[in-house]
């Protein structure tokens, strides 16, 4: 009788969580895809801060499109099917492999974030040098590379401890020196873009009006950017705050080896994040919310402006 009920729980256990998943996939998917639409057709998008926001929604959705599927077919319709886990240790592998260097690079994607608005608030008059598209191409590929050669490791004997048969978890496949340093990293990270959103706000609040003024005796234009530069940053730092709460309690669940159904949840509100973002964008950004009626009417590519509304527009301009 005891058994009957543990396996009825295991199966509502199975499917209560694809029905989740399946929801977190299909909302990463057409917010992200959304996004990416919205910078590509939008060229008044086409900005070295927009790279880094459709960078970010290109990582999400590999996330949605790759890793939480293949997710679901290890953890969740294998083990059900099967009634076993996991047999292949490298289709474990691979797809940790996948969540591991997803949410690297999405973390490291936030400090990119991070770096070019801390440019934009304390450093103005050098952005156009120092945040010139090339060198914000340089940042990314430098945090891929980063990103997938820290977590190729877990390929190699020794930095991964699963087991053919085990349920195919962050504690069953990662080795735990391998486990804290990953950790060690992304806190590091987390850590330091921190300390520059903390510069960027303090600047921000003290100094904003000063600055305003100084660039307003050199050029006009750039006082009135540097201005809207404020609206854009309100808007990061609260993706940043959500991101920091969600990836928070994943990390404290996995410190304090939580397993079942809890830590399963945990792992859905982190994988959650990654379609968030898109909404906050829209709600707390007026230019996004325009560029997304603009991108909505399936029209050829168009620039918008504040002034005089949506003009066609044949050149890309990013």
Known sequence: MNSTLEQEMATNHVYMFLVIYTFIIIFIITGKSLVLWM?????????????????????????????????????????????????????????????????????LGLLGIAIERYIAIIHPLRYSTMMAAKNAKIILVTFWTYAISLNLLLFIDGFNDYEPGQRCTMKSTLNPIYSTFYKLNILAVVILTIIMYSRISWVSIKHRRAIISQLASIDNARAVAYAKEHSALRTTTLVYIIFVIMYGQAMIMLTLNVNGVIMS?????????????????????????????????????????????????????M
């Open 39 to 107: 910078v590509y057709k939008v060229l008044s998008l086409h900005t070295v801060t927009n790279m880094f926001t459709a960078h970010l929604s290109m990582i999400d959705l590999i996330t949605g499109v790759l890793a939480l599927p293949l997710s679901m077919i290890t953890n969740l319709i294998l083990p059900h099917m099967n009634d076993i886990h996991v047999q292949s240790k490298y289709l474990c592998l691979v797809q940790k492999f996948l969540i591991l260097s997803c949410n690297g690079i999405s973390v």
């Open 265 to 317: 949840i945990s792992e859905a509100i982190l994988q959650l994040n990654s379609g968030v973002n898109p909404w906050i964008y829209v709600l707390y950004h007026r230019r996004y919310r325009r560029a997304m009626r603009i991108a909505l009417n399936m029209k050829p590519k168009v620039t918008d402006s504040p002034d005089t509304g949506v003009t066609s527009h044949p050149e890309n301009a």
